[in-house]
């Protein structure tokens, strides 16, 4: 059956029908041809034409199935009736892609796949105003699908194939000579008929009715002898353009030599049949044009952009039947009696967003010194969403961070706590504490860079005498000095006369001929984590009848960094009050303040310094006698 199928799509080519006829008259009548009536009687073909149109305003970008053209499917044509951006694709039923499968864009060339020849075209984007089409003759071996991949609105289509039909037809006995019809193929001038409606539906399905062509089956009863047929050229069709060379299909039809009546083609020699079906028609030159490119991009993503175009002067010197033209490029002023189309133009794909600011700045970031403050800015849509930064112009963005200065800080001693265990058990020992300089809440300064003696890192403790020991005895390791971070950790050790178990201790020189075990070493049970720290009490605000100091309290880690994870139960105070005595009247006309601010100045404690102890003489005069040990050394404690 698919050989019968592939002779068949053949005849939509060439002759074969015609030499079927031949053979049916040569034979004589006692022959027992495939159509004779006394032969097994076979399948009738008939074609049925599928015709389709596909048009759509708007599509989602991206693949969309047009039409499944079924196996069997030959003469098939697709093609794009309105030039746009869009492009055709191909894939068989099994899944393979054959043309522009998978986002990737095939050259315009022949394509062998489901056993015949597909022919893709896509013709010059800026010269040619027809659109792509594929076309091959089949027939197919496997369901062929068709797809368009939308880039552009409007898409317009038409497609179209042949199927055949198979019906079975008996003859009546009583009518030998008669010979079964054979299936007609529509030529090309009923496709091009049906082609020109206006209302082809989609998938509207044309069934093409097939006539007989009758001779008689027996020469043996014709007396007369057999007519010559020759060919002979009735006409031509319409050209295909009407300037510019273009072509038009030349009509010939076969006749009876003698009356030049018309008859079916197949009764001429098809050797002697005319192979001149085209001529060249309405050879004039076509006027030039302007020949317009698409659009470009939008120069912006939102707010007022400009576009470009080619625009060229275009002629137009041949057009082939099937509508492919061939043109040249002239100069611009060929096409001068024409105004030139615009190039360039403005475009706006949406309203850009603005940049919004939504809170005012905040605290800065330290007490005193240089440290940053913030504020929030986000992109807002025209509709007030919040969008990604990148929809807004970077270049116009205010700034959501700056420098703040809060003044110069005062270089302070911080000390941890003192450590809860002494490092011996009795006799004498140690607690330890970390000692830092600090200025603000992430520098740590050298040691040497703060004012006033570094205060101690580690003090004595007594727990009372340890009893006696018999030699060189080494009692065991103290509790380390510091619960955590770095600390120290002592042990006694004891000259010891051992007499037949009765222990009693020997001066120390008995023992100097022995190697003396070491009484103090470095230890570390872990990091401290977070501890807090406090600076020394500030001068009090006043001198007399109750006032307040003020000390500095930071939570650090062990690098010294600032930190939230301190418990704030043990907190120490960072406020108390002060000079609590009444006031007493002295005056001294000759040291005075000059400032009405000199309790700061106390505060800051620079009164050390000459210049602030002249300007505010009363108040650091009457300080230094409440606190005279802040004018030598400037040092924290815990």
Known sequence: MAGLWQQLCSLWQGRALVLLHLICLLSPASSALPWDTKARSSPLEEFEVVKGNFSRT??????????????????????????????????????????????????????????????????????SRNGESITAPGPLTEDLHVYLIYQQPGPSLY???????????????????????????????????????????????????????????????????????????????????????????????????????TVPADLCDPATEPTNREEDCNTQACPAYWDVGEWSECSRMCGPGTQHRQVICSQVTHIQVEGTETSVTLALEQCGSFEKPVTKSVCQLKICSQWEIRSEWSPCSVPCGVGQRSREVVCVSN???????????????????ENCDMGVCARSWFT??????????????????????????????????CEGERPPEVTSCDY???????????????????ECGNGAQTRSVACIFNNNGQMEVADEFKCSSLSQPITAQRCRLKPCGVQWYVTDWSACSRSCNGGYRVREVRCLTDNIVPSDHCEPSLMPESREECNKQPCLAE????????????????????????????????????????YPNSFQKNHIRR
């Open 587 to 626: 005056i001294n006309p000759l040291c005075s303040n000059q400032y009405h601010n000199c309790m700061v100045v106390v505060q800051a404690r620079l009164c050390v310094y000459p210049y602030y102890r002249s300007v505010c003489c009363a108040s650091c005069s009457h300080a230094q006698k409440t």
């Open 159 to 261: 497609y179209e194939y042949s199927m055949p039909l198979n019906t079975h037809s008996t003859p009546e006995p009583d009518t030998p000579s008669d010979i079964l019809p054979l299936a007609e193929t529509v030529g090309p001038s009923h496709l091009d008929k049906r082609m020109d409606q206006d209302d082809i539906s989609n998938n509207n399905i044309i069934k093409e009715t097939p006539h007989p062509n009758q001779v008689s089956s027996d020469p043996s009863l014709n007396s007369e002898p057999p007519p010559t047929y020759t060919w002979t050229r009735t006409g031509h069709q319409e050209c295909s353009t009407t300037c510019g060379t273009g072509k038009r299909h030349v009509l010939w039809e076969c006749v009876e030599r003698d009356s030049h009546t």
């Open 416 to 449: 941890s706590l003192w450590s809860q265990q002494c490092s011996a058990e009795c006799g004498i020992g140690n607690r330890s504490r970390t000692v830092v300089c600090l200025t603000d809440h992430v520098t740590d300064l050298p040691l040497d860079s």
């Open 383 to 401: 509709a007030g969403d919040v969008e990604d930064d990148q929809e807004c112009n970077i270049n116009l963005r205010p700034d959501n961070l």
């Open 464 to 482: 009372g005498h340890c009893q006696n020991r018999l030699e060189w005895y080494a009692g065991p390791w103290g509790q380390c000095s510091a």
């Open 58 to 127: 708007f599509l989602r970008v991206g693949y969309h199935k047009i039409v499944e053209i079924p196996a069997g499917a030959c003469n098939i044509s697709i093609m794009e009736t309105i030039k746009s951006r869009n492009y055709l694709a191909l894939q068989a039923q099994s899944g393979i892609s054959i043309i522009n499968g998978n986002w990737v864009i095939d050259r315009p060339g022949i394509y062998t796949a489901l056993g015949t020849q597909l022919t893709y075209r896509r013709p010059n984007e800026i010269r």
